[in-house]
């Protein structure tokens, strides 16, 4: 199994301020299409959770432009430009290149 | 709007079966496949397994925490999906998502964008 390594597991920010979460994968999530497999999701609290970039970097329909991602090799990142009070949760990177697929353990993000 | 909807949660004794369903509306249910992920309390998420779509034979992979146990179905007539779960364990509890992906590898979705709310398995004496 692909194992993810998220890094940090928690995060405590000032609203306005950027962010970054990371995550890594024990081996390439790249296919021979040129495409990396590796999406982002967000869990706000008592709720399931939403998908925020997929392929690495696509960004899913509705989520504001101040997310985005980024690749290089097995490690991936997730941005926040100015975070805002609504982005609190938990955020999970999840490989989706093969089965099963696997999560990293999850970054919770509060406010400062 | 485009949906999913889980239930067929609830209580069930070590040993014991449930079913889930997972009720699709909003778009061309026949076209996806299914897939279903859990959550313990107050950890993080698990992908269980799944039900592609026809064109791909409506087969089905599943974690090896459930294998021989749960099985997965679907009735495209009725754009409903199936969780059976035999044989339960107390590590089985927890909330249980059915989703649909953006695209997919070889009928595999990536980009999960449609999750339902949930539904609850507790597993307990």
């Known amino acids: 199994d692909i194992l993810m390594t998220q890094s940090p597991l928690s995060l405590s920010v000032i609203p306005g301020e950027p962010a970054s979460i990371s995550c890594r994968s024990s081996q390439s999530l790249l296919f021979n299409n040129g495409n990396n497999y590796l999406d982002w999701y967000l869990q706000r609290p008592g709720q399931s959770p939403q998908l925020l970039i997929y392929?690495?970097?696509g960004r899913a329909s509705g989520v504001p432009d101040r997310f985005s991602g980024s690749v290089s090799g097995t490690n991936f990142t997730l941005k926040i430009s100015r975070v805002e009070a609504e982005d609190i949760g938990v955020y999970y990177c999840?490989?989706?290149?093969?089965?099963?697929?696997?999560f990293g353990q999850g970054t919770k993000v509060e406010i400062k | 709007e485009v949906q999913l909807v889980e239930s067929g949660g609830g209580l069930a004794q070590p040993g014991r079966s449930l079913k889930l369903s997972c009720q699709a509306s909003?778009?061309?249910?026949?076209?996806?496949?299914v897939t279903w992920f859990r959550q313990a309390p107050g950890k993080g998420l698990e992908w269980v397994g799944l039900?592609?779509?026809?064109?791909?034979?409506?087969?089905?992979e599943d974690a090896a925490s459930v294998r021989g146990r749960f099985i997965f179905s679907r009735d495209d007539s009725e754009n409903i999906a199936y969780l059976q779960m035999n044989n339960l364990k107390v590590d089985d509890t927890g909330v249980y998502y059915c989703t649909r992906g953006i695209g997919a590898i070889f009928g595999v979705p990536y980009g999960l964008d449609v999750w339902g709310q949930g539904t609850t398995v507790t597993v307990s004496s």
């Open positions: 999840m490989q989706a290149l093969q089965t099963p697929r696997t």
């Open positions: 039900i592609k779509s026809k064109p791909f034979g409506e087969t089905t």
């Open positions: 909003g778009f061309i249910f026949r076209d996806y496949t």
């Open positions: 392929l690495g970097f």
